[in-house]
């Protein structure tokens, strides 16, 4: 490990694999986006290897789910983006897909978040938006 002006630089695979300077997240794996993707099954089996292979490593985990407002207190932004995934032509046709409530926002049940893992719930479709 090499180090400049406070900083710590890895030089090898192990060194930047360090369980205490990363984590895995596990974006988006909700039963409703699954459920609107080919292959979910697949997908999910191919997560959950990863998920446990960064649990056995003891990496810090986090995951993120995408969540949808009410109506009435939705912004532009959502409408216009729940109205282009939703194809719809006016605010009175979008129906939140993502209620906190709803089954299709809960992570799927073979991903389930421990207790000592992260969940960030996001109001934009990416987590990196505005990034």
Known sequence: MKTAFGLTIPQTL????????IALLVYDMQVGILSQ???AE?????????LTA???????????RHLS???ELMGMSQFRMAMTWQRADSPD???PWFLRDA???QIT?????????????KLTMSAFEGT
């Open 42 to 50: 697949r997908v999910t089996r191919q997560v959950l290897k990863v």
């Open 109 to 121: 049940p073979e991903l389930l978040p421990r207790p000592t893992e992260g969940v960030f719930d």
């Open 93 to 95: 046709q979008v129906n």
């Open 54 to 64: 960064a649990r056995d490593a003891g990496v810090r985990v986090f995951f993120s």
């Open 14 to 21: 192990e060194e930047v694999c360090d369980p205490q300077c």
């Open 37 to 39: 993707i080919k292959n």
């Open 69 to 71: 407002l009410p109506k």
């Open 103 to 105: 089954p299709g926002f």
